[in-house]
């Protein structure tokens, strides 16, 4: 459940409580989201991201903002890390190994060529993987570049309803493959 001040209005005048106040500590750290992807971490954590696909070991597997290429996910850590060289080696090894895995999954419920991975964290320094499912049905003038040659502005954006079926496939895909519950 979250907080009532969380509820209300996603933010909250914090010289309104007590300095000592438990309560104002705990809003303090978990309204702190210095990057879009601590945001979106809390909202997988609460059940409020609609993009939210399974909770994984690592982390949340969720969907593209856009779907230029349809089922095109990420993976976001949980805890948040700044980049891949934050976690210790067990972490590392399970993060990576599940990214892959996502893919795998991605892969056989698209039908899609090949996936292409990518880190970067420059935009937003905080770690996420995204998963790429690239296909011979894409143009010949987008299908050998990476994939921040499509006109992200003028893709499809994500739409709960259209992309229920899509999640779900990947999803039970996931579960099948003992990644999730």
Known sequence: MRPAAIRRCGAIAFNTLSRNNARQRFL????QMPTLIHQRVRD????NYPKTIARVKSGWVVLGDVQFLPGYCLLLPDPVVPDLNAMNEETRKTFLLEMSQVGDAVL???????????MLGNVEPALHAHIFPRNDEETE???LKPVWFYDWDKARAFDAEEDAPMMAKIREELRSRGLCD
Do not use: D
């Open 28 to 31: 303090r750290k978990n309204l």
């Open 44 to 47: 997988c954590q609460l059940g």
């Open 108 to 118: 056989a419920v698209t039908g899609a060529t090949r996936i292409n991975y990518e």
């Open 141 to 143: 003038e987008l299908k």
